[in-house]
């Protein structure tokens, strides 16, 4: 039996840590995004929206992240990336709403920088057992 991955004052730190540079690194994107999308709807692209999603895609994530760590530590290799390709289904269904190619493609890297801030904040909670499991199947 391997043992299971458990939340501590150092996760919370590592996930508040992760919180600032997803966001920071996301108003980068949406600025970026906002001046390429020239003649677009900019949607998702205001502080307002991506911010508080960016908050619920980490604590989501985060979640969905231990309950795999826990139950079934060697699918986190599959399901995490899974999870961030079936995010990017919503924003490339924008296209057909009138959003450009530039909105799209800042909202999937969005989505992208929200993926790795979880796995970079969260990769540690795996004990050495967990991950050595992982990796032998």
Do not use: Q
């Amino acid at each position: 039996m391997t043992p299971t991955p458990k939340p501590t004052a150092a996760t919370a730190v590592r996930l508040g840590i992760a919180l600032l540079a997803a966001a920071a690194a996301n108003t980068v994107i949406a600025l970026a995004a906002t001046a390429l999308d020239d003649g677009g709807i900019h949607m998702g692209l205001s502080p307002a929206i991506y911010l508080p999603f960016t908050a619920v895609g980490l604590l989501l994530g985060t979640i969905g992240w231990f309950v795999l760590a826990r139950t079934a530590p060697k699918a986190l290799r599959v399901v995490v990336p899974a999870v961030l390709v079936l995010t990017w289904v919503p924003d490339l269904l924008l296209l057909t709403a009138g959003a450009t190619a530039a909105n799209v493609a800042g909202l999937m890297l969005m989505h992208v920088v929200v993926a790795t801030a979880i796995v970079a904040a969260l990769r540690p909670t795996l004990t050495p057992g967990t991950v050595a499991a992982a990796a032998i199947d």
